[in-house]
Nanobody, 123 residues
């Protein structure tokens, strides 16, 4: 099973940008669909972005469309999330996950998760 490690989180002012990374190991990375979720304390994990196996197709949650860009580099076994124009409501822990079977908006459909990376947006 693939292991995932997120990085790149931190503190940023509202309107700022961050780039998250997720490094994969232990599997054939190009076999996996990659998905980003985020979670605030006391809330369910929310779908953020999807990247297909080749990286040529992406899909986003409505709240991040036009501001976030997901990409992947199969030569580096990594997936990325470029986040622009962040707002305070996006202070969350961001997680990546992987699936060989397909895509779902539902976090409970995924078994493999990293530990997440904290993003804090201040005014």
């Amino acid at each position: 099973q693939v292991q995932l490690v997120e990085s790149g989180g931190g503190s940023v002012q509202a309107g700022g940008s961050l780039r998250l990374s997720c490094a994969a190991s232990g599997g054939t990375f190009s076999h996996y669909y990659m998905v980003w979720f985020r979670q605030a304390p006391g809330k369910e994990r929310e779908f953020v972005a999807f990247v297909n196996r080749g990286g040529g197709s992406t899909y986003y949650g409505d709240s991040v469309k036009g501001r976030f860009t997901a990409s992947r580099d199969n030569t580096k076994n990594a997936v990325y999330l470029q986040m622009n124009n962040l707002n305070r409501g996006e202070t969350d822990i961001y997680y990546c996950t992987a699936s060989e079977s397909g895509f779902s908006h539902r976090a409970e459909e995924y078994q493999c998760w990293g530990k997440g990376t904290q993003v804090t947006v201040s005014s």
